[in-house]
């Protein structure tokens, strides 16, 4: 059984998966396997739709599935927001046609949700490889002015064409390789969670995203290029990444703390100079080489001879962190998330004790574990820049200022547990920020 075939039988949402070149000619006879008896409606954008919606829509009209009208979201600067659920939402709701969502991470977060609202399942024909959500659960949408996930299952079927997908922009497909490579430092996020016995490893989906990641990060400028296998494994790679998030039933396997800089920002409502949000995998670009930059600095600590009791000592009561973080995001449109995650997160001084403990004496076992999953900061930002991703915070709007302080924000607002939370149980944190940004950087 192949990996694919392993994954399809672990999936608890999509069940079938093609892969390939041309494969949008198997279009229809994907629709009428995974959907019976039933009619499909083509669901796009301007763009998706002249490059693959128009013809699938022959396609499925051609092999007599009687489709509807097609949907195409045709505003200039489309994101997933709330006021094209509601649209999509009584289109879906007046019609018993199931869903064939062409493109990515916008049509087809809107249309997952949407076809959850309406009780449906849906398909989706990928036309880009930018993320890892084609077959992740949950959609992320704006609503009420902030980007919230909805969960909400992935889709039952999934088409790539690599003929498609190798000659989408190449800003698109940069994003996605960023992203695909957050996979290096989400990992090591869990391996020292296992480590600490605060989330086991699940070895199954450990495997889809880690088993081929490194082989399929190898080649960035094939990948810029638009070399074709090349982008399989890209599309591939992010596509294993979804699965895992299925059979683990968490982001776990996928995302780590360069995320959760990536999730800042969006809570932040943050834009460039001239008004654009920076695309997520851009966002998750700068996030994993801070991540990654961070367990540099771990590697260098003498953590065989960490001061467990010093660190035991400074560390704050619950109500002290809940008061610094009320006091951290008190003007944003947030101002309890901090409260809400640490409060879940926060472990009690034996607890601590323990957790510092093992670090400390399996430090070197731990120490090889990091060593062989991670890539060395220099190597990896060359490889984003080769691709063509961004490597600098300014080059998505953020200061090194802001940066610096993005850490100590992006500890409080997700429980999961990351190089973020060692570097605050170590009492590590400031002194790490102030090697990796100088004394000029107050943060």
């Known amino acids: 059984m192949t990996i694919i075939e392993q994954a399809l039988e672990r999936a608890t949402d999509t069940k079938s998966l093609l892969i390939a070149e041309e494969a949008i000619d198997g279009v229809a006879t994907m629709f009428r396997n995974m959907f019976p ?3 499909p409606i083509v669901i796009a954008d301007s763009t998706t739709w002249q490059i693959a919606g128009a013809r699938i829509n022959s396609l499925l009209e051609e092999a007599g599935l009687k489709p509807d009208d097609a949907v ?12 094209h659920i509601e649209r999509l939402d009584n289109v879906l709701g007046a019609t018993d046609a199931v869903a064939v969502a062409v493109g990515s991470g916008t049509i087809n977060d809107l249309s997952k949700l949407s076809s959850h609202h309406c009780g449906k399942r849906y398909m989706n024909v990928s036309t880009a490889a930018s993320m890892d959500g084609y077959t992740a659960y949950g959609a992320s949408i704006t609503k009420d002015g902030a980007k919230q ?31 695909l490579f957050a996979k290096i430092p989400a990992g090591a996020d869990w391996i020292i969670s296992d480590a600490l016995g605060v989330e086991p490893i699940d070895d199954f989906a450990w495997e889809l995203v880690q088993g081929s990641l490194k082989s399929a990060l190898a080649n960035p400028s094939l990948i810029k290029a638009g070399d074709k296998k090349a982008i399989h494994r890209l599309i591939e790679g992010l596509i294993m990444s979804g699965f895992a998030m299925q059979a683990h039933q968490s982001s776990r396997p996928a995302s780590g703390a360069d995320h959760q800089f990536s999730h800042l920002w969006n809570m932040e409502h943050h834009t460039m100079a001239d008004g654009t949000t920076p695309s997520h995998g851009f966002q998750v670009s700068i996030g994993t080489l801070m991540s990654t930059a ?17 660190c035991v000592a400074a560390w704050p009561s619950l109500e002290g962190q809940l008061n610094a973080s009320r006091e951290m995001f008190r003007l944003t449109d947030f101002p309890t998330i901090g409260e809400t995650e640490l409060s879940a997160k926060y472990v009690n001084n034996d607890e601590l004790r323990r957790q510092l403990t093992i670090l400390k004496h399996d430090w070197p076992i731990i120490k090889a574990r990091l060593e062989h999953q991670l890539i060395p900061f220099g190597e990896m930002r060359e490889s984003l820049g080769l691709v063509g991703a961004p490597t600098e915070p300014e080059q998505i709007g953020i200061s090194r200022r802001r940066l610096c302080s993005s850490a100590i924000k992006a500890q409080m ?15 590590c944190l400031d002194k790490w920020l102030g090697a990796m940004f100088g004394s000029e950087f107050k943060c």
Not at 296 to 301: A, P, R, V
Request: hydrophobic letters at 40%; one cysteine or more; glycine letters at 2%.
């Open 37 to 39: 008896d039933s009619r």
């Open 149 to 179: 996930t909805f969960s909400c299952p992935a889709p039952l079927a999934v088409l790539a064409d690599i003929s498609i997908i190798a000659h989408a922009p190449s800003e698109m497909t940069a994003s996605g390789y960023a992203d």
């Open 294 to 310: 961070m367990y540099e600095q771990l590697l260098k600590e003498d953590i065989g001879n960490l001061d467990v009791d010093t």
């Open 72 to 83: 195409i979201l045709s505003d200039r600067d489309l994101h997933a927001e709330w006021k």
């Open 413 to 427: 607002i997700r429980r999961r547990f990351t190089i973020l939370d060692v570097a605050v149980r170590t009492n």
